[in-house]
């Protein structure tokens, strides 16, 4: 099998403690696919065999985008000398309508994963014990709760609010269970070979459930889901920070992950807030710390080109974090109430409209290439499987 390019920052990635089903990401290099017998692979299975966890990134960045519109559109924030004129611009229906967007494009993907551990089971078993593939579990999770904090159905602290709240949280707890506890019964080594940019995922999860909690009332909630991930999120930063071999195993095209790292300490910022009720000094250093790991990121864009040769769904992973980081950008400028603050808000409110709209039209022209049938995860499981 052929193997993906290794970006070099450092040693090379020993062996990992995973199932040889999982030694391959779901996103890496192409190799064509094993021969199958006849009509037992319909076009549908083929479709559901392809379709893996890193897909929910399109979800996630789709409900990002409506939460980011709907603040822009809160008083607080509208009426920020920057965005006033953009924000009346904007026709009333846009927001529903991608919110609607959003909505459908969660249960398409969670309909199509439904199916796949049906059909696929070995696939979603495979994925479960992948140190990168497993954190993409954490997504469909995560985009039900953005959905759920710019609902226009649903007001905070209603019952459906609450029950909704309680099923994506629950499952994120759950995976929270198994991720971090082999993280501490595992070895004193293991974070150090699965760490990578995606493991903030799990991290993402807890804090964006915390905001919700927060703004429906339940501040013990948010503060135990808070305190779960910040924690954790502090081993998780140290850990990459020091480029063990983890988070140099990935392939080249998964590069746009490392954005993750400006997403952490925005939703983190975000969430405390929620938390606090005000934007104070923790909230300001966390956002300070998310607009320095941006520019750290976008002054070396050279590391990324690799990757953007050749359309691919990772693509996505630039979405969210832009728009998570416009959002604690928006939560800053609404309380300093400063000039450059608000011109920084709308520069990345801009930015990340812009490559959100990019993206959706690189995804429309190179629709083909979104379900590759040479996808390398797939030939790896079916090999496994067939022998």
């Not at 004129?85 to 309508?97: D, G, K, M």
């Not at 009720?277 to 990324?304: A, H, N, Y």
Request: with cysteine; aromatic share 14%.
């Amino acid at each position: 099998m052929e193997s993906s390019q290794q970006p070099h920052f450092g040693a090379a990635q020993p062996s990992l403690p995973a199932p040889t089903a999982a030694a391959e990401r779901p996103d890496s290099t192409a190799i064509p696919m094993p021969p199958t017998d006849g009509a037992a692979s319909s076009s549908k299975l083929s479709v559901l065999g392809r379709f893996h966890a890193g897909y929910f990134r399109i979800s996630l960045s789709l409900c990002g985008q409506a939460l980011l519109w709907k603040t822009l559109t809160e008083p607080s924030v509208a009426n920020s000398f920057a965005l006033r004129h953009a924000v009346r611009a904007l026709p009333s229906a846009a927001f529903h309508l991608l919110w609607s967007l959003a909505l459908a494009t969660l249960v398409l993907f969670c309909l199509l994963y439904a199916l796949r551990c049906i059909f696929h089971f070995d696939s979603v078993k495979a994925e479960y014990y992948d140190h990168v593939g497993v954190n993409y579990f954490f997504a469909p999770w995560i985009s039900g709760l953005l959905l759920l904090q710019c609902s226009p159905f649903f007001l905070p602290g209603t019952k459906p609010y609450v029950a909704l709240w309680w099923v994506f949280s629950t499952p994120v707890l759950a995976l929270d269970v198994k991720i971090y506890g082999q993280w501490i019964t595992k070895g004193k080594k293991f974070l150090t070979l699965v760490a990578n940019p995606t493991s903030q995922l799990s991290v993402i999860g807890n804090l964006i459930g915390a905001r919700a909690a927060a703004q429906m009332g339940r501040q013990e909630s948010a503060v135990f889901m808070f305190t779960l991930g910040m924690s954790h999120y502090l081993v998780l930063f140290v850990t990459l920070y020091q480029r063990f071999a983890g988070s140099d195993g990935l392939p080249t095209m998964l590069r746009p992950v490392f954005f993750l790292f400006v997403a952490a300490p925005s939703v983190a910022s975000l969430a405390w807030v929620s938390i606090a009720g005000s934007v104070d000094t923790p909230s300001k250093m966390l956002f300070f710390l998310s607009l320095f790991l941006f520019t750290s990121l976008v002054c070396r864009l050279g590391m990324f080109k690799s990757s953007m040769k050749k359309f691919n769904v990772a693509w996505w992973a630039y979405s969210f974090p832009l728009t998570v980081l416009a959002l604690a950008s928006a939560e800053y400028a609404g309380e300093v109430k400063d000039g450059i603050a608000n011109w920084l808000m709308l520069a990345l409110s801009v930015l990340s409209t812009l490559v959100f709209l990019g993206l959706m039209v690189s995804t429309a022209l190179h629709s083909g290439d979104l379900l590759p049938e040479d996808d390398a995860f797939t030939a790896t499981l079916d090999t496994s499987s067939s022998s």
